[in-house]
């Protein structure tokens, strides 16, 4: 099931210099929620073209029924290397990072306190606003606003929960990486992307998954299992490390005058003579004694026993990539007589000088055991 690629190189103002189909070499790597990253090596004589950093790679993958671009992401030049190997033959190597690399250059450039750098609203909308008064004409500073040409927002869907957060002076990717684990906690999971439309980037969040929800529960699962030989190397990891059965939580006060909540698991305590664990949490910025018992419920709950599944996707005809699952799509793991949402986070493929394509489509997954 090789695929064939293409590489599209443009300059830096988007004009396309040359197509590269030959290669000595070629990985490509997408990550939700980090920077992506293209490495290729090519003949020298591709070195004529204009090497400049930000100029721009776009995938190109063709599969039997289709031609598309890899991962809604384009890659941009940074680093480059000529040389001659031990047989003295000439190569250039291309190294670039994909389109999340924006969310790494910038800062959250504003005073803590100030609007711009702590919100209250839902938490996908945030993400968005962080976006636009950071790199738009919503900018204070003009000097840091990109033309609507260079980039674009999708509309507030507000899909995620409502959170409250502070990042002044934050590196933008972690202010969103931070958004988004407030919003798993609170049940829902968050992500985004700087997509690539061909001749824009188009900044995206997504809630539940980035691609198609094939999970267990989604009504047409895609089902990965050894039976069906699209699942390689799994296994399960049975953690009791860490978890707690009784959770006291402190909340304002000091002394005697001290809120305290408790919660507790009678399961987990009586797995054993020895079962019962104690923790105590901080809860002092919680106001009302609801709250603080609402954080002991939360660490109690985060503290449950569980088993962790781990393994790799295979692809075979029923079961290929971006035909009939996506990077960002859940699907659904049966293995050992239980069965898990997988979400595919990452995928590095990795092309020879033949031509012979390999991929790696790690899988994990979760489920608690009490």
């Known amino acids: 099931m090789s695929a064939k690629y293409t590489l599209f190189y443009k300059n830096p103002s988007r004009g396309l210099e040359g197509v590269l189909k030959c290669y000595d070499g070629l990985n490509i790597a997408v990550v939700e929620k980090t920077v992506g990253a293209l490495s290729v090596q090519v003949p020298l004589n591709f070195s004529a073209l204009k090497l400049l ?3 721009i790679i776009e995938v190109q993958r063709e599969t039997a029924s289709k031609k598309y671009l890899f991962g809604e992401t384009c890659y941009y030049l940074r680093d480059w290397t000529l040389g001659y190997d031990g047989r003295m033959r000439p190569y250039l190597i291309l190294e670039c990072d994909d389109s999340m690399v924006l969310g790494e250059r910038r800062i959250v450039d504003y005073q803590v306190g100030t609007a711009q750098a702590e919100k209250t609203m839902a938490l996908d909308n945030m993400m968005k606003e962080i976006i636009s008064e950071n790199y738009t004409v919503w900018a204070t500073d003009s000097t840091r606003r990109l033309a609507s040409t260079v980039l674009s927002l999708e509309g ?5 929960p409502s959170g409250t957060k ?4 934050k590196n933008v990717n972690s202010a969103l990486v931070e958004i988004a684990d407030q919003s798993e906690q609170l049940g829902t ?3 985004w992307g700087w997509v690539w ?7 995206r969040t997504y809630t539940r998954a980035r691609g198609t929800d094939l999970g267990v529960s989604s009504g047409a699962p ?17 953690i009791y490390r860490g978890t707690a059965s009784h959770i ?3 909340g304002q006060g000091d002394g005697v005058d001290r809120v305290i909540q408790r919660a507790q698991s009678a399961a987990l305590a009586n797995v054993s003579a020895i079962g019962r664990t104690e923790l105590f949490v901080d809860a002092r910025n919680a106001e009302l004694a609801t709250a603080v018992l609402a954080e002991a419920n939360a660490e109690l709950a985060k503290r449950r026993p569980k088993v962790h599944f781990s393994g790799k996707l295979r692809e075979t005809k029923d079961c290929r990539l971006d ?4 990077f960002g799509s859940i699907v659904a793991v049966d293995f050992m007589g239980m069965q898990f949402d997988c979400r595919i986070s990452s995928i590095e493929i990795k092309v020879s000088e033949s031509g012979n394509e390999e991929l790696e489509i790690p899988l994990e997954g979760e489920s608690f055991l009490l």
């Open 53 to 55: 950093p930000d100029a």
């Open 156 to 160: 507030n869907k507000t899909a995620a």
């Open 248 to 250: 006291i939580a402190g």
């Open 166 to 169: 502070s990042f002044g002076h």
């Open 323 to 326: 035909e009939d699952f996506q």
């Open 189 to 191: 999971y968050l992500t």
């Open 197 to 203: 439309t061909g001749t824009q980037l188009d900044f």
């Open 222 to 238: 895609l089902w990965v299992s050894l039976e069906k030989k699209n699942l390689i190397s799994p296994k399960l990891h049975y």
